[in-house]
T-cell receptor, first 110, second 115 residues
Framework: GIQVEQSPPDLILQEGANSTLRCNFS?????LQWFHQNPWGQLINLFY???GTKQNGRLSATTVATERYSLLYISSSQTTDSGVYFC????????????FGTGTRLQVFP | GAVVSQHPSRVICKSGTSVKIECRSL??????MFWYRQFPKQSLMLMAT?????????EQGVEKDKFLINHASLTLSTLTVTSAHPEDSSFYIC???????????FGSGTRLTVV
C-alpha cells in the first residue's frame, strides 16, 4: 500500500518561531489533506490541497504532486498550535481510502 | 460546512460487554463513512469502510466479528465493539465525505476504556 512519511516526528518551538512540516508519499494521489489533532483528539481540517499552494492566516501549504510531497508552513507559532499534525492522502486509483501519515508532534512554549 | 457528529465521546465498559458508537453526518448525506482507530502516540489506522445499504469493507487484520459496522441510512453509521477486552481500549474516530468532494470531515472521536 501507499506509504506516507512525515518529518520531523517531533518539533519543539518557542512562541513566535516559524516551522516547516513535510509529508512524503509513495504513490500518486488525488487528495491530500493536512489536519491538526488537538489535545482532546479532535481532528481539525487545515487544508484540502491535492496540488498547488493555499494560505489561511498564519498557515500555508504547498503540494507538489509530481514529486510526491507536501509542505505545511506555520509562521509566528503560538502555544495553541501545539498538537499533532497529520497529512493524509487518497490514492488516485483507489478512492475512498484516506491514509494517514506518521504525524509530527509540535510543542510550542511561551 | 460538512459536520460529522460522533458519540459518545467517552465510554468506560467492563470486559466482555459490547459498546456501540454512533457517527452521524448532520448536514449532508454520506453513502460512505469510515472508521479509524488510534492508539496513544500513534497515527490513525483505517479499520473499515462503511457503505450505506451494504456490508462494510474491513482492512486486513481487523476482525469483522469483533467490530460490527452498520450503515442503515445515509446519515448514520454505527460501530459496535463486541465482547470488549482491555486491548480494545483505544480512540475510535469516524469520517465521511460529501458527494460534492471537499475532502474528508471527521467526528470528534470516542475514547473507549475497557476495564
Amino acid at each position: 500500500g501507499i506509504q506516507v512519511e512525515q518529518s520531523p516526528p517531533d518539533l519543539i518551538l518557542q512562541e513566535g518561531a516559524n516551522s516547516t512540516l513535510r509529508c512524503n508519499f509513495s504513490d500518486s494521489v488525488n487528495n491530500l489533506q493536512w489536519f491538526h489533532q488537538n489535545p482532546w483528539g479532535q481532528l481539525i481540517n487545515l487544508f484540502y490541497i491535492p496540488s498547488g499552494t493555499k494560505q489561511n492566516g498564519r498557515l500555508s501549504a504547498t503540494t507538489v504532486a509530481t514529486e510526491r510531497y507536501s509542505l505545511l508552513y506555520i509562521s509566528s507559532s503560538q502555544t495553541t498550535d501545539s498538537g499533532v499534525y497529520f497529512c493524509a492522502v487518497e490514492r488516485s486509483y483507489n478512492t475512498d481510502k484516506l491514509i494517514f501519515g506518521t504525524g509530527t508532534r509540535l510543542q510550542v512554549f511561551p | 460546512g460538512a459536520v460529522v457528529s460522533q458519540h459518545p465521546s467517552r465510554v468506560i465498559c467492563k470486559s466482555g460487554t459490547s459498546v456501540k458508537i454512533e457517527c452521524r453526518s448532520l448536514d449532508f448525506q454520506a453513502t460512505t463513512m469510515f472508521w479509524y482507530r488510534q492508539f496513544p502516540k500513534q497515527s490513525l489506522m483505517l479499520m473499515a469502510t462503511s457503505n450505506e445499504g451494504s456490508k462494510a469493507t474491513y482492512e486486513q487484520g481487523v476482525e469483522k466479528d469483533k467490530f460490527l459496522i452498520n450503515h442503515a441510512s445515509l446519515t448514520l453509521s454505527t460501530l459496535t465493539v463486541t465482547s470488549a477486552h482491555p486491548e480494545d481500549s483505544s480512540f475510535y474516530i469516524c469520517s465521511a465525505t460529501r458527494q460534492t468532494y471537499e475532502g474528508y470531515t471527521f467526528g470528534s472521536g470516542t475514547r473507549l476504556t475497557v476495564v
